[in-house]
């Protein structure tokens, strides 16, 4: 079966899914079908490198996983990543860091799609809002 998606004057069909249930969430973490839809939106193809600079419990890296297996997901909360290993396939590398510290000049690190739930109530620095643009 299939539900309409609108997103202002956007309308797709997708189609549904069963989730699973997560082994870890927490009260930040982003709902299963808005994670759908991002990545569903993003047009990822099976070829496509995937990166969630911020990934929490794994949830828009899941939805991910759908279309690609190529995910990489970063996260500065170690109990974050532990609960998203938990979460995702075994195929996802996923690394206890700030995304900022990638060198986008290497080839490895090049990415097709970015899923991005960004953190509330964090701060941050010049600094790295200038690294971040980079990544961008």
Known sequence: SFSMLYLGILSKKIEQIQWPKFSY???GGLNPEMARCMANLAQISPKHRVIDPCCGSGTL???ASLYSHSLYGYDLHAN?????????????KLQLADATCLKLD???Q????MLLNLPWR???SES?????????
């Open 110 to 113: 090049k990415f097709d799609r």
């Open 61 to 63: 890296l899941y939805a």
């Open 25 to 27: 969430t927490f009260s």
């Open 80 to 92: 974050h990543l532990l609960g998203a290993k938990l979460n995702l396939p075994t195929y996802t």
């Open 106 to 108: 290497q080839h490895e």
């Open 122 to 124: 964090c701060h941050v």
């Open 128 to 136: 790295a809002q200038d690294a971040n643009t980079q990544i961008l």
